[in-house]
Nanobody, 125 residues
Framework: QVQLEESGGGLVQAGGSLRLSCAASGRTFSSLTTGWFRQAPGKEREFVAAISWSGGSTYYADSVKGRFTISRDNAKNTVYLQMNSLKPEDTAVYYC??????????????????WGQGTQVTVSS
């Protein structure tokens, strides 16, 4: 079993930055692919970014490519999402998720077994 806890959300003006953290405990976190998803009010949960178990490979949604960076520190059992040049449309609850490593990138919520409770990110215009 893996427990995930997000932190770092908040209110920021458009153009600003935030760094989200996802702290893990339980099963060997360093062997898991980890992703970030987000869900805005009235919308479905959508994929944001993912990182391989080693941190050597990353994958991003087109909407955040070039603005967001996912990274991980396996010694600290933590994954990060650095968000720059934030836009009002980035406003959502951001969730950390994890799953066993596979042979491709996984971008739908039902492909992830472990989830955090989420952290709110609000970008004002």
């Amino acid at each position: 079993q893996v427990q995930l806890e997000e932190s770092g959300g908040g209110l920021v003006q458009a153009g600003g930055s935030l760094r989200l953290s996802c702290a893990a405990s339980g099963r060997t976190f360093s062997s898991l692919t980890t992703g970030w998803f987000r869900q805005a009010p009235g919308k479905e949960r959508e994929f944001v970014a993912a990182i391989s178990w080693s941190g050597g490979s990353t994958y991003y949604a087109d909407s955040v490519k070039g603005r967001f960076t996912i990274s991980r520190d396996n010694a600290k059992n933590t994954v990060y999402l650095q968000m720059n040049s934030l836009k009002p449309e980035d406003t959502a609850v951001y969730y950390c998720a994890a799953r066993a490593w596979g042979s491709r990138w996984y971008v739908t919520p039902n492909e992830y077994a472990y989830w955090g409770q989420g952290t709110q990110v609000t970008v004002s215009s």
